[in-house]
């Protein structure tokens, strides 16, 4: 069959759209499977955008720093919900970071709209969410680290469609943090050439 004609032809496309409009590549080898998280695009977020408070904190915890800050954002998906998390960030000994900036109402403020276009954007493909297997999600999107949305990807050219993406979702095991209910990815999406589900 041609190249053209398959799965990875699809998941090509949709790259190179996101990748042409400010996401950047992400390595799924860099996905952490236990806790469903992108750290180093986390860390260099809050470095970036909350660097006094990042300072002040590193003081504090030294080398134990990411671990402490991983271990409270994983509490904190699991108790507020991955949603929260987004909007109001989440607090660790004391000081409150966040995970998102969100593009202000007003471009009247240089720090603020600075603080919007740190945001990481990253579409990373064939990412393994469970320690203990190889079965992969064809699309991530992350937002600062964060899983916000996963797509299964179908080509009805090689016999496949909606329906078969959204069987395959079925079968996931809830449990994996990835996939638990609002605890890491805000949406998942079963996509066709022709249909989108959620």
């Known amino acids: ?17 996101l990748l042409g409009h400010g996401w950047r590549k992400g390595d799924p080898a860099a996905f952490d499977r236990t806790l469903a998280l992108m750290q180093g695009d986390l860390f260099a977020f809050i470095e970036e955008t909350q660097g006094s408070t ?6 504090q915890h030294g080398a134990a720093l990411e671990e402490g800050v991983l271990a409270a954002l994983v509490r904190a998906l699991d ?9 109001h960030g989440f607090k660790f000994f004391g000081r ?15 720090e603020t ?3 919007s276009r740190a ?16 079965i992969s999600v064809d699309v991530v999107l992350f937002l600062n680290g964060l899983p916000i949305a996963t797509l299964e990807l179908k080509n009805e ?7 078969h993406a959204i069987t395959q979702y079925k079968q996931r095991d809830p449990r994996l943090p990835l996939f638990a209910f609002k605890k890491r990815a805000l949406v998942h999406f079963a996509v066709d050439t022709d249909l989108v589900a959620m």
């Open 157 to 163: 050219l090689t016999g496949q469609s909606l329906a």
């Open 96 to 110: 409150r970071l966040e995970v998102a900036a969100f593009r202000p109402v007003s471009g009247l403020n240089d």
């Open 113 to 115: 709209q600075a603080r």
């Open 1 to 17: 069959m041609p190249a053209i004609h398959t799965e990875r032809a699809f998941e090509d496309a949709l790259e190179a759209h």
């Open 79 to 87: 108790t507020q919900g991955a949603l929260d998390v987004l909007r």
């Open 54 to 59: 990042w300072e002040a904190l590193r003081t």
């Open 119 to 134: 945001n990481r954007l990253v579409i990373a493909r064939q990412v393994r969410p469970d320690p203990a297997s190889e």
